[in-house]
């Protein structure tokens, strides 16, 4: 099953002279439970590309659909509910509220979708990510690798169709940074979730079960 599948996406930025192709006809598709990677120099269009998968952006021209849905013709207001509910994003920054617990900022998007979270599953997770011991502490009272551990923790605990993680290692040590992929990749295996991640370590991006790379907004 195609979580994802981009059809003849273009985005463009700017208008004649200065227009500047973010994406050039790109069309590819992420299937169920699928670890890949995009690599490219800085300006390739991975973020542009990421951020248009996750309805952060919208495309000048050509479709997307998400978990059979197509987001391109979803107005604000649908798109924030999909984009809550659908995909869980995992950025270089952690964003974690400080005032907030481990545990309180991995449930907050799901109380803030007026809904309960699954004490059971989001044990699971904290479990499978060891920071369970640290539920009750503070985003200062952990270590950059706890934090961005806590970060991933949120974006799983929703159940999301698609997982989008941008440079999430690029804060981190190489120690630190390797756990954090090898965290996600047995995310990906036992939750059966789907992720396509951002990099431009290439040491990094081997261990996907499929490596994407961007020029001048092409796949090359």
């Given at each position: 099953m195609d979580i994802v599948t981009m059809e003849h996406v273009t985005k463009?930025?700017?208008?004649?002279?200065?227009?500047?192709?973010?994406?050039?006809?790109?069309?590819?598709?992420v299937e169920q439970g699928e670890f890949m990677a995009v690599v490219g120099a800085s300006g390739s269009g991975k973020s542009t590309l990421l951020h248009i998968m996750g309805g952060v952006d919208s495309p000048t021209s050509g479709t997307v659909v998400v978990d059979g849905k197509?987001?391109?013709?979803?107005?604000?207001?649908?798109?924030?509910?999909?984009?809550?509910?659908?995909?869980?994003?995992?950025?270089?920054?952690?964003?974690?509220?400080?005032?907030?617990?481990v545990e309180e900022n991995i449930t907050m998007p799901i109380l803030l979708d007026h809904r309960k979270p699954d004490k059971e599953y989001v044990d699971h997770?904290?479990?499978l990510l060891g920071i369970a011991d640290r539920r009750k502490h503070l985003p200062?009272?952990?270590?950059?690798?706890?934090?961005?551990?806590?970060?991933?923790?949120?974006?799983?605990?929703?159940?999301?169709?698609?997982?989008?993680?941008?440079?999430?290692t690029g804060a981190l040590d190489s120690k630190n940074g390797n756990e954090v992929i090898t965290l996600l990749q047995k995310s990906v295996r036992e939750l059966d979730q789907t992720l396509v991640l951002i990099t431009h370590n290439i040491d990094l991006a081997r261990e996907a079960d499929r490596i994407i790379k961007l020029a001048d907004g092409e796949i090359v």
């Open positions: 463009v930025y700017g208008e004649n002279d200065t227009r500047v192709w973010g994406l050039h006809d790109v069309s590819l598709t197509d987001i391109t013709k979803m107005n604000d207001e649908q798109m924030a509910v999909f984009r809550r509910r659908k995909i869980g994003f995992v950025f270089q920054a952690y964003h974690l509220i400080p005032v907030l617990t997770i904290m479990d200062n009272q952990l270590s950059g690798g706890q934090q961005q551990r806590t970060a991933i923790a949120r974006a799983l605990a929703n159940r999301p169709a698609l997982i989008l993680a941008d440079e999430p």
